[in-house]
């Protein structure tokens, strides 16, 4: 007899919690995020900034996966970084590879960097980052308390939002310039949703990844923002009862919207609309909660036509794993951190662009180290057919590309500036350009598609 032809969307079923806290900084706290800014500190608030966690477990007798996600930039020192997250990993006594803390790389957020206490604004930083490893510490307990049984289900729809920002310079053209290109290959827009929803079949999560820098707002703006991630969130959690929508900012080192560097906020309040509707269009065209289709047999008619019936189904409890994966990856030629603090003493005291760019190429070597090679970290996750891949760099599109491409039958949910910030990942062949991404990062040629290589042969490894 022939086994039933049937298609199911990638579902997990399991235990699920779902938190959310506001983290929006004090007024006046240190935000430059941009050379360009003629102002360091924040004035004025344009949405709150939020953290929200989700917790994934297969039963309540295994260890949970804590998921964070929040509105913030990036890391500039790995002990900042380590400090927040230790608290988090402390609070919940699980191995390093059970949580990630993802950024949504928001760049109208505040400094995270104690070491800018004395730039004006600067002396908020300690005291917020001591609260927001509080709040995160609390937020994860809650999720992990709340947890109940409920199912994930992923579906794959696509967002306009996103174009490539590699331009190159009409003026130069050996120079590239960090901005809408138009002529560019058409971008990675994939968009990837995963809706939470209990055993009555109500949304209580959203879980969404999508690869676009928020970099609407520029070096004029001051006030506080989560980008356009903000106006997203809300259109998302108003169609769904304010159930949380948790944001992955995916391989987006080339992208970023047509329209950006701007003052006014109502450019990120469209941004946000126009992915916060792709969201729930996504959503609209996926099948009802533990619904699968089943092939009913063929109809004669002016063709032939394949009928496809709607069945229930339970999906499968499957265990949640995590592995850290520890990548050994060359180092560009780069001087070591005493060299530089040298160059530091040595400088004009008036030169503020010398030493703030100093400052940056000390930060990077100390995250590095000085060796000429760094072992970078890499988590991967299963969860059934659902796969999380998160990393603490800016990796360029094509990650997420390959990853998917390599496992066609798993939704792999894909992160960027996760658990650290450790700059730019572009493709092997730009390292001849000048080009940002390849001028800013420590990681030599070849070490996106070395991480690429190692994931994909992860990801084929554990295809369930």
Not at 175 to 189: C, I, K, S, Y
Not at 416 to 444: D, I, M
């Amino acid at each position: 007899m022939r086994e039933k032809t049937v298609w199911s969307e990638p579902s997990f079923r399991g235990v699920i919690g779902i938190a959310r806290a506001d983290i929006t900084p004090p007024d006046g706290i240190y935000a430059r995020n941009w050379g360009a800014a003629l102002h360091d500190s924040a004035c004025g608030l344009h949405r709150p900034l939020t953290a929200t966690a989700i917790t994934l477990q297969a039963d309540t007798d295994t260890g949970p996966l804590i998921l964070l996600s929040a509105d913030l930039g990036w890391w500039r020192d790995k002990h900042d970084e380590a400090f927040v997250r230790g608290a988090v990993l402390d609070a919940l006594n699980v191995p390093e590879g059970n949580i990630l803390l993802c950024l949504t790389h928001t760049h109208a957020g505040p400094s995270l960097c104690r070491a800018d206490r004395d730039r004006e604004g600067g002396e908020m930083v300690a005291p917020y980052l001591e609260t927001l490893r509080e709040k995160l510490s609390s937020l994860a307990r809650e999720a992990v308390r709340t947890a109940r049984p409920a199912t994930l289900t992923v579906a794959t729809g696509t967002c306009s939002l996103a174009t490539n920002r590699d331009l190159p310079d009409p003026d130069a053209p050996c120079r590239f310039l960090t901005g809408f290109h138009p002529a560019a290959f058409p971008p990675d827009q994939t968009l990837l949703v995963g809706r939470i929803t209990d055993d009555a079949g109500a949304v209580v999560g959203t879980l969404v990844n999508y690869a676009c820098h928020p970099t609407t707002l520029g070096p004029a703006n001051r006030e506080i923002s989560p980008d356009f991630v903000g106006a997203m969130r809300e259109i998302v959690e108003a169609a769904t009862e304010n159930a949380p929508c948790l944001f992955l900012q995916g391989a987006s080192g080339e992208l970023a919207p047509r329209e950006q560097y701007v003052g006014d906020p109502d450019v990120p309040d469209a941004h946000g609309r126009c992915l916060g509707y792709a969201v729930l269009s996504t959503l609209a065209g996926m099948l009802s909660p533990r619904q699968r289709l089943a092939f009913g047999g063929a109809l004669a008619s002016g063709a032939p036509l394949a009928l496809w019936n709607r069945e229930r189904f339970a999906p499968p409890n499957a265990p949640c794993h995590a592995e850290l994966l520890s990548l050994s990856l060359p180092l560009r030629p780069m001087p070591s951190g005493e060299q530089i603090r040298q160059e530091m003493r040595c400088q004009v005291p008036d030169t503020t662009a010398t030493r703030e760019r100093l400052a940056r190429r000390l930060q990077v070597r100390d995250y590095v180290g000085d060796g000429d090679r760094v072992s970078y970290p890499v988590w991967v996750w299963r969860v059934g057919p659902i796969a999380f891949v998160a990393h603490p760099g800016e990796a360029y599109s094509v990650l997420q590309i390959a990853l998917r491409a390599a496992v066609p039958d798993t939704a792999v949910f894909v992160a960027n500036v996760a658990n650290g910030w450790y700059g730019y990942l572009p493709p092997a062949h730009l390292y001849e350009k000048e080009l940002y991404a390849a001028k800013q990062t420590p990681l030599a040629a070849g070490c996106l598609e070395a991480m690429i290589a190692a994931v994909r042969d992860r990801l084929q490894e554990t295809t369930v």
